[in-house]
């Protein structure tokens, strides 16, 4: 059943010139019994480069604007950081006897 299903992907959903392709990169190790393909970390996301982190230790990259309005109080959200809305919520009156 595992075969079949592994068939059904690669029928449905993989182009049969990247199957033919897949197929003749493949080797086969004795030692280990199986197949092995070689260079499989140039491939796909293993090429994909990182997102740069910010360089003054932000969450994502900052202008000099959004700096200035964070360090001057600005209660707009869209200058901080984390994207985190600060609220002052009141204390409830206490309901309960101890």
Do not use: C
């Amino acid at each position: 059943m595992e075969l079949k299903l592994k068939n059904l992907i690669l029928e449905y959903f993989i182009p049969y010139e990247e199957w033919l392709s897949i197929e003749k990169r493949a080797v086969w190790n004795e030692d280990m019994d199986n197949w092995i393909l070689p260079k499989l970390e140039l491939t796909g996301n293993m090429l994909k480069k990182q997102r740069p982190a910010s360089a003054l230790g932000y969450n994502r990259p900052t202008s000099n604007f959004s700096k200035y309005q964070k360090e001057n109080g600005s209660a707009d959200p869209r200058h901080h950081g984390d994207n985190v809305l600060h609220m002052e919520l009141d204390m409830p009156d206490r309901s309960t006897l101890d």
